[in-house]
Antibody, heavy 123, light 111 residues
Framework: EVQLVESGGSLVQPGGSLKLSCEAS????????IHWVRQASGKGLEWVGR??????????AYAASMKGRFTISRDDAKNTVYLQMNSLKTEDTAVYYC??????????????WGQGTLVTVSS | IVMTQSPLSLPVTPGEPASISCRST???????????LNWYLQKPGQSPQVLIY???NRASGVPDRFSGSGSGTDFTLKIRRVEAEDAGVYFC?????????FGGGTKVEIK
């Protein structure tokens, strides 16, 4: 089955760090840009950042509020993308989704989403 | 780019049509002629799923009762005849430039 599976979410204190993983199964992750999107409880979707694939030098980009605190990386040999989160704040509490960015010619959309992993930042 | 959806909540009777509006603060029309506006549905307890890409193209497997229209800064998602399985929160998202941004969501409730 083609799927993305996030893991690593947990309870962490403000100022702490956490590393999330997004593992692909049923397909090779190396050819796909991967994005992270988060959703606070009962709220909307917020783009966190993305990492492109090798052909684009694994270029990363981040939302302004996360830049400098969050880092996205990938290990194509492990079919996994990571989200390293440092200096966590209470407002980072959310379900974090990874999603595959499908690009075919001019067409692009998020065609595959993980089930999400919950990060709770609280003392 | 700020995305604004309306209404916030939309109660609908099965079999009736529904319409959701999405507006952006900048034109989403690319120089290639496509509008970089996608629609996603998040059913209760599930991850989002794509419905419409490039403003008006239904994703594979999406029923034809869903349609997207609009250009520039004004877009609309229509459901021709709502079914019970269409309940959930609908989000528009601009894919023209980073940071990608979503509308606040429209909750469709089945009466």
């Amino acid at each position: 089955e083609v799927q993305l599976v996030e893991s690593g979410g947990s309870l962490v204190q403000p100022g702490g760090s956490l590393k999330l993983s997004c593992e692909a199964s049923g397909f090779t992750l190396s050819g796909s840009p991967i994005h992270w999107v988060r959703q606070a409880s009962g709220k909307g979707l917020e783009w966190v950042g993305r990492i492109k694939h090798r052909a684009n030098d694994y270029a990363t980009a981040y939302a302004a509020s996360m830049k400098g605190r969050f880092t996205i990386s990938r290990d194509d040999a492990k079919n996994t993308v990571y989200l390293q989160m440092n200096s966590l704040k209470t407002e980072d509490t959310a379900v974090y989704y990874c999603t595959r960015h499908l690009i075919v010619g001019p067409m692009d959309w998020f065609d595959l989403w993980g089930q999400g992993t919950l990060v709770t930042v609280s003392s | 780019i700020v995305m604004t959806q309306s209404p916030l909540s939309l109660p609908v009777t099965p079999g009736e049509p529904a319409s959701i509006s999405c507006r952006s603060t900048q034109s989403l029309l690319h120089t290639n002629g496509y509008n970089y506006l996608n629609w996603y549905l998040q059913k209760p307890g599930q991850s989002p799923q794509v419905l419409i890409y490039l403003g008006s193209n239904r994703a594979s497997g999406v029923p034809d009762r869903f349609s997207g229209s609009g250009s520039g800064t004004d877009f609309t998602l229509k459901i021709r005849r709502v079914e019970a399985e269409d309940a959930g929160v609908y989000f528009c998202m601009q894919a023209l430039q980073l940071p990608l941004t979503f509308g606040g969501g429209t909750k469709v409730e089945i009466k």
